[in-house]
Structure formats: C-alpha cells, structure tokens
C-alpha cells in the first residue's frame, strides 16, 4: 500500500510523465493507469488487493445438469465421480458434461459421496511376472469369491471367470460348494459360448489346485492341459499378483451380496443382472479407456471340443497309460505321477545326460534319471 501511495503522489506531479513514473516503480503502464482510475473513483480505499476469483464461478454447474447427475448416483449409489461421468458421455453425449473433480464436489455437497482412503503404494504394485493379457483370451482369471451365508441359511459359493484383458465378466455363478464336477460344469459351459483361453490364472485353493500333488495340479487343471491351456498359480498366500480379480470382488460384493438374497435362485438372478450392467454399460478405466468390457471383448477363435483327439507324442521312446493309483511302470519300476492323471498316457522322451523326460500334453513332469531309477518332478509348460 505504500509503494501504491507512493506512485499516486508521483503521478499527481505533472512534471513527470506518467509512462517515466511507471518505469520507476517497476509497472506497466496499463497497471499504472488502472491504479489512478481506482484512486479516482474510491480514494485510498480503492488502492487495496482485490480478489482475482471470476465473477462468474468456473465450475458453475446448471441446475439440469446437476440435477441429472445427483439421480445417476442416486440410481448407481456405488459410481464415483469419474464413472459417472464417463457413464453421462457415453449415453447422453450431446450434453457437456463437467469434469469429474466438479461432479466429485457436487457430490459431496449433496452428501452421496465419503472420502476415499490413500491407495498404498510400493511393493503392493509390484509387477509379479506372470503372463501378460496383450488381447482378450489370452488370460483368463477365474476365483472363488469368499462364502457367506444365504437369507435362508445355506453357503453360497460364488465362482467368478474374468478376461483379463478387456475385463469381461465370463461367469458369476451362485454354486452350493467348490465340488469340482459343479465348478467343471460352469468352466465347460463358458468354453462352449466364448472358445478356449491360452492361460487361466487361479490361487492355490481347492479346486483349482491340489497342495501336495505334483506342480499341485488338481483334476481342473490337467482337464485344462488337455484342452491345451496352461493353468497359472499365483505363488501360495499372495492374492496380489491376482489383483484385479480381487479388487472385481469388491466390486461384486458391494452390489450383489448387502445384504445377501433369500436363496441360491434369488442370488444368481442378483449376479445376472450385475453381469449385464457390468459388461455392458459400467465404464472401466484403464486399457478400455473408461468403456464397458463388451466394447473390447471377442470370442476366442478357439473352439471347445467336446470329443478330444488322442494323445500323440512324435518322438517319444515310450508311450505309458498311468494306472487308477496314478503311476506308471518302466523297467519294472513304478512311477508315481498323479492320481488325477489316471487312465491317461504319457510320453517318454529322451532327455539331457542319462535321462528321460516324462511329458503329458504340452506339460513337461519331470526326468526319471535311468543310472538311479529316481523321479525327479521338474513341472513346466513347453507348449
């Protein structure tokens, strides 16, 4: 205010001129002339700071608009800001839609939305080198979402099959238990409507895999061997290399199951409508460029056969059908491979050194060491 006093005093001596007194204090002279119009009009009074906020607020939203938005949260109670605006220029897309931070506020304003926790950071993002999902079907991920009680007092089970490129919800089935015929039944299902995935990713729960059985493969898995997909473990007690399967869980729990439905019916009527919504209208950010996952999904160009051909190893030295107890015989000595494998042929191949490599489809076993006739388990996909 000095320096402003200063400059005015200045200006009223008419033996300088304004532009070498404006010069003098560091100003242009636009500013210069804006300071005495002010004084002019307002006296000393008119010299103080101003605000410099718009007189029009930028983030100003018309009544309609806001009216529209606050019903699309009010129809969609989980949508944050950002998909609700995604969603709004997606299916109304003649009207210009705010930005998602003045929706946000909107929101809070109108107290439907609560403050979001910090995401954490650091190892929990960490990439885990699996295979990477560069198009649909080449990685599926299939889960069992945690049990919880029906209305009616019976579990509900529900089995979950995403791709996870586009994220397109396969199945959402509401199953009384993890009994693999009934998880089979679901899996046969979805090959037959979308074709064969290269890789399906699960954990290490039952029935996807078998603890202590050889590359703790279960039934499921050497089923998908045989239809040539590679089943994918995450490593024991890490859900996080699983994680966008696990965060859709979240997501699936929040709109279908608080509270849950009476029975197993009512419950999967619940899923199919979420599935619909999910695939078809919900925005998903990410690769998909805030669009729903039926705008990037398509069927696997590989089709589900419901007769297999037969096993053909070229090359092998031996042929060998695993017994009901799971083994197989050579030179008089028994091979324990797998019970899940009985009534299945594997082939012999010759390996590295004094050894043999033990293969079932596209799945190395492991090497029978002839000096010592020992079974070593080495699995691996060789493809």
Same mark, same amino acid.
């Given at each position: 205010?000095?320096?402003?006093?200063?400059?005015?005093?200045?200006?009223?001596?008419?033996?300088?001129? !304004?532009?070498?007194?404006?010069?003098?204090?560091?100003?242009?002279?636009?500013?210069?002339?804006?300071?005495?119009?002010?004084?002019?009009? +307002?006296?000393?009074?008119? %010299?103080?700071?101003?605000?410099?906020?718009?007189?029009?607020?930028? @983030?100003?939203?018309?009544?309609? !608009?806001?009216?529209? !938005?606050?019903?699309?949260?009010?129809?969609?109670?989980?949508?944050?800001?950002?998909?609700?605006?995604?969603?709004?220029?997606?299916?109304?897309?003649?009207?210009?839609?705010?930005?998602?931070?003045?929706?946000? +506020?909107?929101?809070?304003?109108? &107290?439907? !939305?609560?403050?979001?926790?910090?995401?954490?950071? &650091? /190892?929990?993002?960490?990439?885990?080198?699996?295979? *990477?999902?560069?198009? =649909?079907?080449?990685?599926?991920?299939?889960?069992?979402?945690?049990?919880?009680?029906?209305?009616?007092?019976?579990?509900?089970?529900?089995?979950?099959?995403?791709? %996870?490129?586009?994220?397109?919800?396969?199945?959402?089935?509401?199953?009384?238990?993890?009994?693999?015929? $009934?998880?089979?039944?679901?899996?046969?299902?979805?090959?037959?409507?979308?074709?064969?995935?290269?890789?399906?990713?699960?954990?290490?729960?039952? =029935?996807?895999?078998?603890?202590? *059985?050889?590359?703790?493969?279960?039934?499921?898995?050497?089923?998908?061997?045989?239809?040539?997909?590679?089943?994918?473990?995450?490593? =024991?007690?890490?859900?996080?290399?699983?994680? /966008?399967?696990?965060?859709?869980?979240?997501?699936?729990?929040?709109?279908?199951?608080? =509270?849950? /439905?009476?029975?197993?019916?009512?419950?999967?009527?619940? @899923?199919?409508?979420?599935?619909?919504?999910?695939?078809? +209208?919900?925005?998903?950010?990410?690769?998909?460029?805030?669009?729903?996952?039926?705008?990037?999904?398509?069927?696997?160009?590989?089709?589900?056969?419901?007769?297999?051909?037969?096993?053909?190893?070229?090359?092998?030295? *031996?042929?060998?059908?695993?017994?009901?107890?799971? /083994?197989?015989?050579?030179?008089?000595? *028994?091979?324990?491979? $797998? $019970?899940?494998?009985?009534?299945?042929?594997?082939?012999?191949?010759?390996?590295? &050194?004094?050894?043999?490599?033990?293969?079932?489809?596209?799945?190395?076993?492991?090497?029978? +060491?002839?000096?010592?006739?020992? @079974?070593?388990?080495?699995?691996?996909?060789?493809?």
């Amino acid at each position: 205010m000095t320096e402003r006093l200063a400059f005015v005093q200045a200006c009223l001596d008419r033996r300088t001129r !304004i532009v070498d007194v404006c010069a003098r204090f560091g100003i242009s002279e636009k500013t210069g002339h804006k300071l005495l119009r002010r004084f002019r009009l +307002e006296g000393v009074a008119g %010299l103080d700071d101003r605000s410099h906020a718009p007189r029009q607020p930028v @983030f100003a939203v018309a009544p309609a !608009i806001a009216a529209r !938005i606050v019903a699309l949260r009010r129809q969609h109670p989980l949508y944050g800001a950002a998909k609700l605006r995604d969603w709004l220029c997606q299916h109304e897309p003649m009207l210009r839609w705010p930005a998602a931070s003045t929706i946000g +506020e909107l929101l809070k304003r109108e &107290g439907l !939305i609560r403050a979001r926790r910090r995401a954490r950071s &650091g /190892a929990a993002r960490a990439l885990t080198g699996r295979t *990477a999902a560069t198009a =649909p079907n080449a990685v599926w991920t299939a889960d069992f979402k945690g049990q919880f009680h029906l209305g009616s007092g019976p579990l509900c089970y529900p089995l979950t099959l995403l791709d %996870l490129h586009s994220h397109f919800l396969l199945r959402c089935t509401a199953l009384p238990s993890v009994a693999v015929r $009934s998880t089979r039944q679901q899996f046969t299902a979805a090959f037959r409507e979308y074709g064969l995935p290269a890789v399906l990713r699960t954990d290490n729960g039952v =029935p996807f895999a078998q603890p202590n *059985a050889l590359g703790r493969l279960g039934a499921l898995a050497y089923w998908w061997i045989r239809l040539g997909i590679r089943p994918e473990h995450i490593r =024991p007690a890490t859900p996080a290399e699983n994680g /966008a399967h696990e965060r859709f869980h979240k997501t699936l729990k929040a709109h279908t199951v608080r =509270p849950p /439905a009476p029975s197993l019916v009512a419950q999967q009527r619940r @899923f199919e409508r979420f599935r619909a919504e999910y695939n078809t +209208e919900r925005p998903h950010a990410g690769r998909l460029d805030h669009r729903p996952p039926a705008t990037t999904y398509v069927a696997s160009r590989r089709p589900y056969l419901e007769r297999l051909p037969p096993l053909i190893y070229d090359g092998a030295t *031996a042929v060998r059908r695993v017994d009901p107890g799971g /083994a197989i015989k050579l030179h008089a000595t *028994a091979i324990f491979l $797998s $019970s899940n494998l009985a009534g299945e042929f594997v082939g012999l191949f010759d390996g590295p &050194g004094d050894t043999l490599r033990l293969q079932y489809a596209a799945l190395a076993l492991g090497d029978f +060491e002839l000096h010592t006739r020992r @079974f070593v388990p080495h699995v691996r996909w060789t493809g």
